[in-house]
Nanobody, 128 residues
């Protein structure tokens, strides 16, 4: 059974850093595009970043460019989201998602409706 599990969330002060992990079980990630998404209270789920199956193609929402970095370690079957310079507006539940239909992480793929497989999410709270 295909399963994605996010971890690494928590409470951090503004300006701080966190690294989220998305671990897969029941399948190997190396043929999947992986996306990170987030949903703040009262808001719609939004795209944060995605990475191609090889790791050679990445894309970011404008709101996180220069602060977040997505990467993957296919040997560990895990994708990461390194977050720096966190802001209070980054507070949300962060989800990872996987889909095997795409090769590159284009703007078309950086979209919540493009992914068939989702994790349960991890809470990130940025507060002083």
């Amino acid at each position: 059974q295909l399963q994605l599990v996010e971890s690494g969330g928590g409470l951090v002060q503004p300006g701080g850093s966190l690294r989220l992990s998305c671990a897969a079980s029941g399948f190997t990630l190396d043929s999947y595009v992986i996306g990170w998404f987030r949903q703040a209270p009262g808001k719609e789920r939004e795209a944060v970043s995605c990475i191609s199956s090889s790791g050679g193609s990445t894309n970011y929402a404008d709101s996180v460019k220069g602060r977040f970095t997505i990467s993957r370690d296919n040997a560990k079957n895990t994708v990461y989201l390194q977050m720096h310079s966190l802001k209070t507006e980054d507070t949300a539940v962060y989800y990872c998602a996987a889909d095997s239909r795409y090769f590159y992480c284009s703007g078309y793929v950086l979209n919540v409706y493009r992914y068939a497989n989702w994790g349960q999410g991890t809470q990130v709270t940025v507060s002083s």
